[in-house]
């Protein structure tokens, strides 16, 4: 096993701000570590010197370096209560109110359980003609993992108790199918679904917002770079749009007091500030 030094990271972290001008001097660092230690095991990297080179001289290699260093979401519909939640008032009282298409954002996708929950969701509701969804992601592996609907047949089992328990109104096995590669989901369900490449610091990243779905990102994060991505993510927000942490996750700090409101304490759901 690979093991990285402070030193090692702080190299490959200014590599990649060199060459490909992505910057990961504010993530996390144990967790970066881990996952930099991963993508060398799997490539059969022995040293730092190895990940540097491929990453300084093997464009194609970056991007599969982006997918690798992801956090991949793991089952779909997760923390069922959330999605109960979602089904049986939020999105009832949200679309009664609203005019136009109703806009939700899914940052930084990865294994697309989250984007596939929430477009069946929204099918079961018969509620995608009203829904504008935007998924976005860093590294094209992931686009190809989106259309194509692969999807980890480990996953399946806690994603079905899932599905029940977030009260869905059919069978999980209705979405997908299975053949010789392994579980496909039904790739129809993100017909009208925008996606979209972004770079980590969500450059250009879509406005007015009525909903923006990044549970479990932000312990990924240093407290700086916490602070710069609420802000982002308050700014991409519509007037009274919503924010949805996640359980794992609370605001705190600055960003609690003047920009967001918490409205589910439970589900770590926020209501955008208007700042004066």
Request: charged residues 25%; neutral net charge; contains cysteine.
């Amino acid at each position: 096993m690979t093991e990285l030094g402070i030193v090692d990271i702080r190299e490959i972290i200014r590599t990649v701000k060199s060459v490909h001008d992505y910057d990961f001097s504010n993530y996390a660092l144990t967790s970066l570590k881990q996952r930099l230690e991963r993508v060398m095991n799997n490539y059969g990297m022995a040293s730092a010197d190895s990940l540097i080179k491929k990453i300084t001289h093997e464009p194609a290699f970056f991007d599969v370096f982006l997918y690798e260093i992801s956090v991949s979401s793991t089952e779909m519909f997760r923390d069922p209560s959330l999605w109960r939640w979602l089904r049986e008032v939020y999105f009832p009282e949200a679309l009664d109110k609203n005019i136009g298409k109703f806009k939700i954002w899914l940052p930084d996708c990865v294994s697309g359980g989250e984007l596939y929950s929430l477009a069946i969701l929204m099918s079961e509701m018969g509620l995608t003609d009203k829904v504008q969804i935007t998924a976005t992601y860093i590294s094209d592996k992931v686009l190809e993992i989106l259309k194509n609907g692969s999807y980890d047949t480990k996953k399946l089992e806690v994603s079905e108790e899932n599905y029940k328990r977030a009260n869905g109104a059919r069978e999980l096995s209705a979405y997908y199918r299975t053949d010789k590669t392994g579980i496909v989901r039904n790739t129809s369900l993100l017909a009208n679904v925008e996606l979209r490449k972004l770079n980590i610091n969500f450059d250009n990243a879509p406005q007015n917002m009525k909903l923006i779905l990044f549970r479990n990102h932000l312990i990924y994060y240093n407290p700086t770079q916490q602070e710069k991505v609420l802000q982002m993510l308050h700014r991409s927000l519509s007037v009274s749009g919503h924010l949805v942490l996640g359980i794992r996750e609370r605001i705190s700090g600055i960003s609690a007091s003047r920009e967001f409101e918490i409205i589910n304490e439970t589900e770590s759901v926020y209501r955008k500030r208007i700042l004066n």
